[in-house]
T-cell receptor
Framework: EAGVAQSPRYKIIEKRQSVAFWCNPI?????LYWYQQILGQGPKLLIQ????????DSQLPKDRFSAERLKGVDSTLKIQPAKLEDSAVYLC???????????FGPGTRLTVL | AQSVTQLGSHVSVSEGALVLLRCNYS??????LFWYVQYPNQGLQLLLK??????LVKGINGFEAEFKKSETSFHLTKPSAHMRDAAEYFC????????????FGTGTRLLVSP
């Protein structure tokens, strides 16, 4: 069974630029999560989708971050414009259903200069 | 609010020694508790989970954890460390607001020396 795929694996941008990350969850998984992991901290949930609907985006900085999950499969997370403090690893995870085990992708490491 | 505290950002052991990684939780409802491992440049992998069944939970790679309600603890142990156990370990608590939400600790990096 293929795992959660994420791209790109690494991204370096300058502040005020825009960036987008892509996630392809495990086939058939209805729930998709985006986490932000700042160096030295544990992952923090940014947004959670159930199929293509948002069920929790309480910790998403909506003035600069946006996410979508078209057709309830792939998802993209966008930052526009980026700030220095956005430097982090962005992890995508998926689960079969909302209470199921979460499977994590390898993450995208973002560096904002 | 639910939270977890991991004591010690770094733990060093010798190969073959006991591994003990500490996690204390705070939860207003009976918690579900998890330990995840993260190897360099990889995502998180579930080691084990407590979901209100047996208080001693066995996971993968020889790890186990014991839920102690009186101490609000869920420490991770392994009798004999191996070099391949060197990684970052995260404790997490889960609660439900209609949907499962994981709250992670800050992590403990395990260093294993020959």
């Amino acid at each position: 069974e293929a795992g959660v795929a994420q791209s790109p694996r690494y991204k370096i941008i300058e502040k005020r630029q825009s960036v987008a990350f892509w996630c392809n969850p495990i086939s058939g998984h209805a729930t998709l999560y985006w986490y932000q992991q700042i160096l030295g901290q544990g992952p923090k949930l940014l947004i959670q989708f159930q199929n293509n609907g948002v069920v929790d985006d309480s910790q998403l900085p909506k003035d600069r971050f946006s996410a979508e999950r078209l057709k309830g499969v792939d998802s993209t997370l966008k930052i526009q414009p980026a700030k220095l403090e956005d430097s982090a690893v962005y992890l995508c995870a998926s689960s079969l259903e909302s209470r199921g085990e979460q499977f994590f992708g390898p993450g995208t490491r973002l560096t904002v200069l | 609010a639910q939270s977890v505290t991991q004591l010690g950002s770094h733990v060093s052991v010798s190969e073959g020694a006991l591994v003990l990684l500490r996690c204390n939780y705070s939860s207003s409802v009976p918690p579900y508790l998890f330990w995840y491992v993260q190897y360099p440049n990889q995502g998180l992998q579930l080691l084990l989970k407590y979901t209100s069944a047996a208080t001693l939970v066995k996971g993968i790679n020889g790890f186990e954890a014991e839920f102690k309600k009186s101490e609000t603890s869920f420490h991770l142990t392994k009798p004999s460390a191996h070099m391949r156990d060197a990684a970052e370990y995260f404790c997490a608590v889960s609660f439900f607001t209609g949907f499962q939400k994981l709250v992670f600790g800050t992590g403990t990096r395990l260093l294993v020396s020959p």
